[in-house]
């Protein structure tokens, strides 16, 4: 590999690392925690912000408590 080639590997390893990427060897081992974050993180992260805008922490507060009580006590647990 040239001497650009290893610094851009490098670089995008690094990236990787930042962003929570996580390397295995098997496909299908963090399968868990993937179907936790894209089914749960991401989905609200997603509706959140296309709907709308917090203004005010107090809001912000009383919407996050009632995904957290419906998260913990309302939701099919698989």
Known sequence: LTEAQVTVLERKKHDDQVSGEI???HPGYLGSQDTFYVGTLKGVRRIY???FVYT???SLQ???DEWVMYYNEQRTHQ
């Open 23 to 25: 390397e295995t060897e």
């Open 56 to 58: 005010d922490l107090e």
């Open 62 to 64: 009383r919407d996050l």
């Open 49 to 51: 912000q296309q709907t």
